[in-house]
Each structure stands twice: as structure tokens, then as C-alpha cells.
């Protein structure tokens, strides 16, 4: 069998460090090298993780694609594992993306989400929508989330690595696997090899992250001429950011422009039902229809998307320049 590294990043993550990294001590595969870099926490991170038998690696606060590299070039294993501090993996996790390398072809597998904190109703909303979306996803994949990655490493030292410009968890898994991807290398994905999640819990939390995720995004979109995701995201997806964008711009200017009044209604309807698949997906598979709500937040997520790759638009500018 051959080495296993682990490597776990961690911000301010006192409150989940310790499940995530106990769960990594009871996989059943056993002598697991466990590195945790702790991207210059100020909480009580330091204390949770040097008092389990882990390795502790601290730099200043870069960001968890900085803290994942020094994590995975300080470890020895020829398959490095990467998962992130508010997760908690089941305990065959490693065992079962381990099986998919045995394929000399494939350079890289991963897995799905299970949810931790159920009993947000926030949370269940964004782990249905992942579920509906990884629910499409086959055998085979083009893209992979860091939260359950596994990566030979022969693979990252070709690759360089994750990009360290990305500051935030958003984009740095896509840039790496389109890197991937276009040198050739194959991915696996095993959707029943989970990873439990704490999501969000609080629904202005979640859409100002999401406006990150759209900043970033277009970070993807300058560098790579794409958003490293194809497969993953689907029409609808591609359907958002311009309809989102035209109610938005309909509507604020609906006060002044009386004409675009019923434009604007029909722009905002559409912008409200273009997530229906996603959230009729949640409903049926929670079996509950307070999952209806979920179109409300999907909705706000929507218009965060759109004013983040506005606000992000300046990596295409700065791109243009060069």
C-alpha cells in the first residue's frame, strides 16, 4: 500500500479542529501521516491540535492554498490527502478513494458531502443543492473540491502545487484540477465516500460568501479562460449570471423607466424559479417542504453571484493589460 498523507488547513477553526482531525485518526486505514497547517489562527486552534498525536505546521495567515502547499511538501506520502477543518470524514474515507488509484491511469479521486449539522435549516438548503449537482456527477469527473481530494504526488509536483494567489477557499481546487486536466492527468469521483460538513448556518452569511465566490471566479475565468468546473455546473448555471444581472439592472432602474415595470416582474419571476430542479431535488430527497425556502436563498445567492463578478471584473481588465 503505498504512503498516506493527510493535510488539513485550519483558520480560527477551534470549534471543529478537533472532530475533523480525530475522525482522521480513526480511518480505517491506519499509519496515516497528519498534518494540520494553521494559517496564523488567534484562537484556540494551536491548543486543539498539539493535543492530539498530528503534525503541527503554522505560517502567517496566507490562505488555505498557501497553508495546503506547506502541508503537502512538509508530509512523505506518495498519495496525499486533503480535507478541510470543518469537516469530519467518515471512517472509511481514505480506504475508499485509496481503492480508485489502483487504476495507474488516475492521478487524483474524490468524494461527496454529508451534512453535519442538520438541524439548520440554512445548512440543509446548501447541502441538497451540492447533492443535486453531485447527484449528475459520474465515475469520472473533470473537476474535484479540496474538501475530499486525493492527489498522487508526482501529480502536484508537476502541477506546482495550488495557486497562493487564491486568498479565500473559493477557486483554488478548480485552477488546480483544470491544471490537471490539461496535462493530461484523469480524476475518480465516488459519490457514496463522504465527508460531513458543518455548512453555514446563517443565510446572510452564506450569500456574502457566495459574493466572494463570484469575485473569485472571474480570478478562474482571466487566468484559466475558464471556470475549471465543466460537468459540475449545467445551463441553468450559465443561465444565472445574465439574468440575475438583467433583473437586478431592471429593477433598480424600474422607478425611473416605468416601461421596464412588467420587464423587471418577468426577469425576477424567472431569476426566482431558475433554480427549481435544485430545489425540488431537496425537497423530495429531505422529505421535508420547508426545503421550498431554499428557493428564496438560492434567489439573494443569485444577485451575490452577479455583484461579485462585477466587482471581480477587474481581473479581466488587469488580464487585458498584460
Known amino acids: ?50 493535543s492530539r498525536p498530528v503534525k503541527y ?43 480508485l488509484f ?3 491511469s488516475v492521478s487524483a479521486a474524490g468524494g461527496s ?40 504526488r508526482s501529480a502536484l509536483e508537476e502541477a506546482g502545487g495550488f495557486d497562493e494567489s487564491f486568498r479565500i477557499a473559493c477557486g483554488e481546487d478548480s ?11 484523469r480524476f475518480r469521483f465516488e459519490k457514496d465516500c463522504l465527508v460531513y460538513h458543518h455548512f453555514p448556518t446563517g443565510a446572510v452569511h452564506f450569500v456574502r460568501q457566495q459574493f466572494w465566490r463570484g469575485y473569485w471566479i472571474m480570478k478562474l475565468l482571466a487566468k484559466n479562460g475558464s471556470t475549471g468546473a465543466p460537468g459540475y455546473s449545467n445551463f441553468l448555471d450559465a443561465l444565472q449570471p445574465p439574468l440575475f444581472a438583467a433583473a437586478l439592472t431592471c429593477l433598480a432602474a424600474s422607478p425611473f423607466v416605468p416601461e421596464l415595470r412588467l420587464p423587471a416582474l418577468a426577469l425576477n419571476l424567472a431569476a426566482f424559479l431558475v ?3 435544485s430545489v425540488l431535488f431537496g425537497v423530495r430527497a429531505s422529505g421535508s417542504p420547508r426545503l421550498f425556502c431554499s428557493a428564496v436563498l438560492f434567489y439573494f445567492r443569485g444577485f451575490a453571484w452577479v455583484l461579485g463578478l462585477a466587482w471581480g471584473a477587474g481581473f479581466l481588465l488587469k488580464d487585458g493589460r498584460k
Open 1 to 50: 500500500m503505498p504512503k498516506v498523507s493527510v493535510v488539513v488547513p485550519v483558520y480560527n477553526g477551534a470549534r471543529t479542529i478537533g472532530l475533523a482531525v480525530d475522525a482522521l485518526l480513526a480511518q480505517t486505514v491506519k499509519d496515516l501521516e497528519v498534518l494540520v497547517v494553521d494559517d496564523g489562527s488567534t484562537d484556540g486552534t494551536a491548543a486543539a491540535v498539539r
Open 175 to 185: 485552477d488546480l484540477s483544470f491544471r490537471l486536466r490539461k496535462a493530461g492527468h
Open 57 to 99: 505546521l503554522r505560517q502567517e495567515n496566507a490562505g488555505p492554498a498557501k497553508a495546503r502547499n506547506l502541508g503537502w511538501r512538509s508530509s512523505s506520502g506518495e498519495i496525499v490527502f486533503f480535507t478541510d477543518s470543518d469537516c469530519v470524514p467518515e471512517p472509511r474515507w481514505v480506504e475508499k478513494l485509496l481503492a
Open 102 to 104: 489502483s487504476d495507474p
Open 275 to 277: 433554480n427549481s430542479p
Open 113 to 152: 458531502y454529508g451534512i453535519r449539522n442538520p438541524e439548520s435549516l440554512v445548512a440543509q438548503c446548501i447541502h441538497y443543492d451540492i447533492q443535486y449537482r453531485h447527484a449528475r456527477l459520474g465515475a469520472e469527473v473533470s473537476y474535484l473540491g479540496s474538501f475530499s481530494l486525493a492527489v498522487r
